[in-house]
């Protein structure tokens, strides 16, 4: 006679249905009828999230009586081994994972659950590492762990956040090396730029020049810093931009006006970037990361055929990186400073010659500044030479600083060609991945973790962010169950 399956028989699901009967029953309640919306819903919250943890348990439970009985049937007693079990943090909660574990002489326990499941190596689910990502990313970690907590239940801690996180961000390399941009008509510009700003780190994160210096620093004040001292507590993050954009032509007039605009003749607007990709490292050196953005950008463009505009702050090390760079990969660059870093030299300049309140500081920088857009940077150069009273005042530093950067000052040549002239795009991502997040009051950022936090906000700046996920977690459960037994296996001749 065949034994009766009592497997099949018993109603696995039978506690959620007593819960689900429960609610029910309390919704029915005419004290639950005097609830206010609001309470209601939060009511509800609560208790649906204790319904779905418990069915998430209860599917839990029949699918390790399914596995009991297979592999009862295929394996002696000595080799299976039963009641193994784990916990596992979810989005709705704790659970208990029940599975049985395959036994072999000189190997480790081997759990077929774990591989059917996927589960991740340490206690927190996928879900929750999603969700703590996401809330990580935009505040600070002890707001991340209040909203989680608030959502999910006592599930996780802000330490196991900082670790998700981390995690998190391990194949952001490999997730953009595969990843194929959308092609772009040859005529479209391909603009590269880049850009450097510091974050606060803790002592032990800082580079050793850094860490030095500020061994050595002994302040004047106690208190506070005197002027012209530097903390030195900060690290130097490189930030890289990639984009595309139409050319549109443009005149001098359209960028900079010495009066007020008529409305009679049109202005014509700067090229507008599509296809924007960001992305920045702490850890990286900056050779690094021009060398990941050109990577970007040769994807796009394998063949360099469209017109690569690299656009710069100025600093003589960056164009020397970007140049190497480019010479190394044989494509033909066009380096353009950024005008906003210009105008600062010529604000500071034109303060030696007029009042802090005098408007006609802001006519001679505008002055100044069209003539540049003209193409006659020479003339420029004349006029703050002529007028500097000394090697170190603004104007003297002003002309050293055309005069050194006067190849990528063809403002005249770029605006005909229509190109962008100005670093706005890096400068907005900067603002955005470092510091609306990294640079919040208070905060001191070890290396791992603000390396994590700026390439998961550069992957949501670039809207990958679900096509990451993804990616990662197929990778993550390569790593922890296919290379578990990999020593199962021998190579055949």
């Given at each position: 006679m065949t034994p009766y399956d009592t497997a099949l028989r018993a109603d696995c699901f039978a506690t959620s249905r007593k819960l689900f009967d429960l609610l029910l029953a309390e919704l029915a309640d005419p004290v639950t009828g005097g609830l206010s919306h609001a309470e209601l819903e939060i009511w509800c919250e609560q208790r649906g999230r204790r319904l779905v943890r418990q069915l998430l348990q209860d599917h839990l439970d029949l699918r390790a009586d399914r596995e009991e009985a297979r592999l009862a049937a295929v394996h002696p007693p000595g080799r299976l081994e039963k009641g193994h079990h784990r916990l596992l943090a979810t989005v709705v909660g704790t659970v208990v994972v029940r599975r049985c574990a395959l036994r072999a002489p000189g190997r480790r326990n081997r759990y077929p659950a774990d591989d059917l499941l996927a589960l991740p190596a340490g206690r927190h689910s996928?879900?929750?590492?999603?969700?703590?990502?996401?809330?990580?990313v935009r505040g600070s970690f002890d707001a991340a762990h209040a909203a989680i907590t608030d959502r999910c239940g006592n599930v996780i801690g802000k330490r196991q956040i900082e670790e998700l996180v981390i995690a998190a961000a391990a194949d952001v390399e490999a997730f953009y090396a595969v990843r194929v941009p959308v092609p772009r008509a040859a005529t479209e510009l391909l603009v590269l730029s880049t850009d450097g700003k510091g974050i606060v780190m803790r002592p032990e994160a800082l580079r050793p020049a850094t860490r030095a210096a500020a061994a050595r620093h002994r302040g004047r004040f106690h208190t506070r810093l005197a002027s012209g001292e530097k903390p030195y507590r900060k690290r130097m993050a490189t930030l890289a931009v990639v984009y595309d954009a139409e050319p549109a032509p443009r005149r001098p007039h359209d960028v900079i006006?010495?009066?007020?605009?008529?409305?009679?003749?049109?202005?014509?607007?700067g090229p507008r970037a599509s296809g924007k990709w960001v992305y920045a490292s702490v850890?990286?050196?900056?050779?690094?990361?021009i060398a990941f953005m050109f990577d970007q950008a040769e994807a796009r463009d394998s063949l360099h055929a469209r017109t690569w505009v690299v656009l710069a702050d100025g600093d003589h090390h960056q164009l020397q990186l970007l140049q190497a760079e480019a010479d190394r990969r044989d494509v033909r660059i066009h380096v353009v400073c950024d005008l906003i870093h210009v105008l600062e030299y010529l604000w500071r300049a034109a303060r030696c010659l007029h009042t802090a309140e005098d408007p006609a500081a802001e006519q001679r920088v505008a002055g100044w500044a069209l003539v540049l857009l003209a193409g006659r940077i020479e003339e420029v150069i004349a006029d703050l030479t002529a007028r500097t009273t000394s090697r170190g005042d603004a104007l003297s530093a002003a002309a050293r600083y055309l005069t050194s950067h006067r190849a990528f000052l063809r403002y005249d040549q770029a605006l005909e060609q229509g190109w962008p002239i100005a670093t706005g795009v890096v400068e907005g991502s900067a603002r955005y991945l470092i510091g609306d997040r990294l640079d919040i009051t208070g905060a001191r950022w070890g290396l791992a973790g603000a390396e994590a936090v700026l390439k998961l906000r550069a992957l949501i700046a670039n809207n990958d962010l679900d096509q990451y996920w993804i990616f990662h977690v197929d990778r993550e459960n390569q790593r922890v169950h296919h290379s578990r037994h990999q020593d199962e296996y021998t190579l055949g001749a």
């Open positions: 996928h879900g929750l590492a999603r969700l703590a990502v996401a809330e990580a006006s010495l009066g007020e605009r008529s409305g009679a003749r049109r202005v014509r607007a850890i990286d050196s900056a050779e690094q990361v």
